[in-house]
């Protein structure tokens, strides 16, 4: 009685629980990501993303004095603030990188010369002396501080409208947009139009051509990049739009000839067959049967496409060419790694960007994608 059809499994509870982990390992590096993208610099390197909605007590950079010297009750006082408060509150500080919490808050420090500095919690400091320290050094500030949290769409400002890395993310948004898009149309029109007369037509050599669309499925791109390069640069497109667009068509014919044809041809046959009786053409059939039934297997295609050429670097890098009018997002977060590699802030809202849209092309899509994946599976 274990078998009756329609039972659930034992083992259904496994299953739900390892789609919950799979799902959780893949949501929360992504909302970490976008909380971090609108955090400070500071608050980044300090704490976890997860700690962003609580006050985080840390040790600020090192503040330097400054400010202009007045007389009161005859002492020479400098009075100014450490910094913007925006609620933060001061536990302990110090003028000394060896001793950074040396004295708490409203604690006076007596420094070099008779000097004295007060730090309040407030992050007001007054300094005084019974001479004139127009001549001195002024010293630095260690403080550790309560930090309430702190959003910030600075940052995203500061990548889409400011140059970093000698180009802003927002242009290179735009080029990776113009590579990806046509990038993802062109070889679907072709991949559709193949995988119709493999799957429908007859002629001599239709066996060999897919077994050679499925032989090319297991060659590495990187075998034909330079030899390709070659020939682009002999056609006149080389390092242009033009050549890293039919660049990715190749590359991404073989599959999509093969994903579009097996669902073709589980189509079911007495519709074309009626369609040709009442006198229809190939041409007609394919345009007003085929593509219509076809827009899962499209549509999955489409994803799977866009997603590679959005991602894609090494095509981008050969084809297309590193300079500042026509590098793509990948690339320009590989040139902000290396120059702004402490930057977190910085960093973190240029991922998200770079992520967004194919973020909003999956879940815009999945619903076809899942019936695409599993068209044919069942009859």
């Known amino acids: 009685m274990d078998n009756i059809a329609g039972k659930k499994s034992g083992l259904v509870w496994a299953v739900h629980l390892s789609t919950l982990l799979l799902v959780a390992l893949w949501v929360l590096p992504t909302f970490g990501l976008l909380v971090s993208s609108f955090r400070t610099g500071d608050q980044i390197s300090s704490s976890g993303w997860w700690r962003s909605l609580m006050t985080q007590e840390s040790q600020l950079p090192a503040i330097r004095l400054a400010g202009d010297e ?3 009750d005859g002492a020479y006082v400098i009075e100014g603030q450490l910094f913007d408060g925006a609620g933060a509150e001061i ?3 110090g003028t000394s990188s060896k001793e950074p919490e040396a004295y708490g808050a409203d604690e006076t420090a007596t420094l070099n010369d008779g000097v004295t500095l007060t730090v309040t919690a407030a992050g007001s400091f007054a300094l ?8 001195m050094r002024m010293p630095r500030v260690f403080v550790t501080a309560a930090t309430p949290p702190e959003f910030t769409t600075n940052n995203y400002s500061l990548v889409l409208f400011s140059p970093l890395a000698g180009q802003t993310i927002g242009q290179a948004f735009l080029n990776t947009l113009t590579v990806s898009i046509p990038a993802t149309i062109i070889p679907i029109l072709i991949a559709a139009f193949a995988a119709y007369a493999l799957a429908w037509m007859e002629f001599p050599g239709r066996a060999l051509l897919v077994a050679i669309v499925v032989g090319l499925l297991v060659v590495p791109l990187q075998l034909a990049l330079i030899p390709l390069l070659q020939l682009h640069n002999m056609m006149g ?3 242009s739009y ?6 990715h068509t190749g590359f991404g014919l073989p599959l999509a000839i093969y994903l579009l044809r097996n669902y073709m041809a589980g189509l079911p046959r007495d519709i074309i067959e009626n369609a040709r009786v009442d006198g229809a053409t190939d041409f007609q059939i394919f345009v007003k049967i085929i593509l219509p039934l076809s827009f899962p297997a499209l549509a999955s295609f489409a994803i799977f496409q ?4 959005w991602n894609d670097l090494l095509v981008a890098l050969v084809f297309l ?12 977060l590989v040139n902000l790694m290396g120059s702004r590699g402490g930057d977190w802030e910085i960093l973190s809202a240029s991922a998200f960007i770079s992520i967004a849209i194919p973020l909003v092309v999956f879940f815009a899509m999945q619903k076809y994608l899942v019936r695409g994946l599993l068209a044919g599976s069942v009859k």
């Open 306 to 309: 866009f997603l590679w050429t």
């Open 91 to 93: 536990s302990r500080w």
């Open 242 to 247: 033009l050549g890293i667009w039919m660049a």
């Open 70 to 72: 007045v007389q009161k």
């Open 321 to 332: 060419g590193t300079g500042n009018d026509q590098q793509v997002l990948t690339g320009n």
């Open 237 to 239: 497109i080389g390092k």
């Open 128 to 135: 005084k002396s019974a001479a004139s320290m127009a001549d």
